[in-house]
Structure formats: C-alpha cells, structure tokens
C-alpha cells in the first residue's frame, strides 16, 4: 500500500504537466460560488424553483466529479498515444495497484469536494450521514467514466469525441425529475441516476440507505468490469 500512495502522489504532481488541464482546478470554485451565492437568492425570488432546488445540488455534485473524469481521461489517452503505457506495463506494480494509484488521489480529492460542497451550502439541511454517502459514492464516477473511455479509444480525438458522449450519460438521469413518479427509475439503467436519486431523498430528509446502496453495487460492478477491459487494452 505504502507504494501505491508514493506512486500515487507522483502521478498527481505529473498530471498537471499538462498547462490546459490546470484550468480545470477552477471548476470547482466556480460552482461552490453558485451554489452559495447565486443559488439561494434565485430561490428566494423565483418561489416555482423550489421544488427542483434538489436539482442544483445535483449538477453541483455531479460536476464536481467531471474536473478529474476529464483529467484523467486524457492523461490516460496521451500515455497511450506515446505508448508510455507499454513501459507501465512492466513496473514492478501489477497493473491492478497501477489503476489504484492512478485512482486514489482524484477519487478521495472528489469526495472531499463534495463534502465540503454540501457541509457548506445553504439552500437545504442535509444530514451528515447522508453527505457521506453521497460524496463517497458519486465519486466513483471518476474512475468509471475514465476506465470506460480508456477501454474504447485510441487517440485524442477519439477521445474527445466519447468524452462528450459520456457526459451526455452522466447527466441522462436528470430528466427522471421531470417524468411522472412511475416513470422515474425506468432511468436506473444510468449509474448517475442513483446518485441523483439519493440526492432528491436528502434534501427531503429521507433515508439514502437503500439508494446509495444500489448506487455502490452498481458502481463497483461497472468498475470491475471497465478495469477488465482497460487492463486488457491500455498496456498493449
């Protein structure tokens, strides 16, 4: 483990050689802007926004995790492009703790983003309980959609291409707040959508438990398999 995090901390320092991909650190302080000082006068004059108030902290929340989906994705991309993939290949770390510690930083980064995000915001009471959960698992977004990315292209502009493809699945789930209550988990077919849900039932003091739960089965599922296949892919 001790090794990992070295490696770790060493990739992190290196995915930013990239001078564009540093813009994306001020995402983050963007939307904590909004949420805290845009989002609650807006609430307070337009009463019909009260019902979706859910629905900013879902695009928070979710766009939170995009920053490092982005990175990650295309620093991967890249190290297969110049083929420094094939020399990771050979390290001595098995190619499993090699996407851990690729992972590990971003992933934890993200979760205390989230939760400093919705400790701090002001349009709603959220219990802490369910502030953890959801930080932790929408989260795992990052590793998933990078992995997944990863497994299916070949080149940058492949990338760029799937990337946005991805980001429309992301946010797919979105639409369940606009459909009738019967209609709304036929969107669980999207991982996101359970992150959603679990934020909606926070808002209004309901229990995540079974939500979060889904969502963490789903996530660890889908990151089983795209590691599979990334692995199967990323160092040939």
């Given at each position: 483990?001790?090794?990992?995090?070295?490696?770790?901390?060493?990739?992190?320092?290196?995915?930013?050689?990239?001078?564009?991909?540093?813009?994306?650190?001020?995402?983050?302080?963007?939307?904590?802007?909004?949420?805290?000082?845009?989002?609650?006068?807006?609430?307070?004059?337009?009463?019909?926004?009260?019902?979706?108030?859910?629905?900013?902290?879902?695009?928070?929340?979710?766009?939170?995790?995009?920053?490092?989906?982005?990175?990650?994705?295309?620093?991967?991309?890249?190290?297969?492009?110049?083929?420094?993939?094939?020399?990771?290949?050979?390290?001595?770390?098995?190619?499993?703790?090699?996407?851990?510690?690729?992972?590990?930083?971003?992933?934890?980064?993200?979760?205390?983003?989230?939760?400093?995000?919705?400790?701090?915001?002001?349009?709603?009471?959220?219990?802490?309980?369910?502030?953890?959960?959801?930080?932790?698992?929408?989260?795992?977004?990052?590793?998933?959609?990078?992995?997944?990315?990863?497994?299916?292209?070949?080149?940058?502009?492949?990338?760029?291409?799937?990337?946005?493809?991805?980001?429309?699945?992301?946010?797919?789930?979105?639409?369940?707040?606009?459909?009738?209550?019967?209609?709304?988990?036929?969107?669980?077919?999207?991982?996101?959508?359970?992150?959603?849900?679990?934020?909606?039932?926070?808002?209004?003091?309901?229990?995540?438990?079974?939500?979060?739960?889904?969502?963490?089965?789903?996530?660890?599922?889908?990151?089983?398999?795209?590691?599979?296949?990334?692995i199967r892919k990323h160092f040939v």
């Amino acid at each position: 483990m001790k090794k990992i995090f070295k490696l770790a901390f060493t990739d992190f320092k290196l995915i930013f050689r990239d001078p564009s991909l540093k813009s994306f650190l001020v995402l983050p302080v963007i939307m904590f802007a909004l949420i805290i000082w845009a989002v609650p006068p807006l609430l307070e004059k337009y009463a019909f926004l009260v019902p979706y108030l859910s629905l900013f902290l879902v695009v928070a929340v979710i766009e939170n995790t995009q920053m490092f989906c982005f990175i990650n994705t295309m620093v991967l991309i890249d190290e297969k492009e110049s083929e420094v993939a094939k020399v990771y290949g050979i390290v001595p770390l098995s190619k499993l703790e090699y996407i851990v510690s690729r992972f590990i930083i971003p992933y934890l980064f993200t979760v205390v983003l989230n939760l400093i995000l919705l400790f701090i915001q002001n349009i709603c009471e959220l219990s802490s309980v369910s502030i953890l959960l959801i930080s932790f698992l929408a989260a795992l977004v990052v590793p998933v959609y990078a992995l997944a990315v990863n497994s299916v292209v070949q080149n940058r502009m492949q990338g760029m291409v799937y990337v946005k493809a991805f980001n429309m699945l992301v946010l797919i789930p979105i639409a369940a707040f606009f459909v009738p209550e019967k209609f709304v988990h036929l969107f669980g077919i999207f991982p996101t959508h359970w992150v959603f849900q679990a934020i909606d039932k926070a808002t209004q003091n309901l229990p995540v438990g079974l939500f979060s739960a889904i969502g963490f089965v789903f996530f660890l599922v889908l990151l089983w398999l795209v590691t599979r296949i990334f692995i199967r892919k990323h160092f040939v």
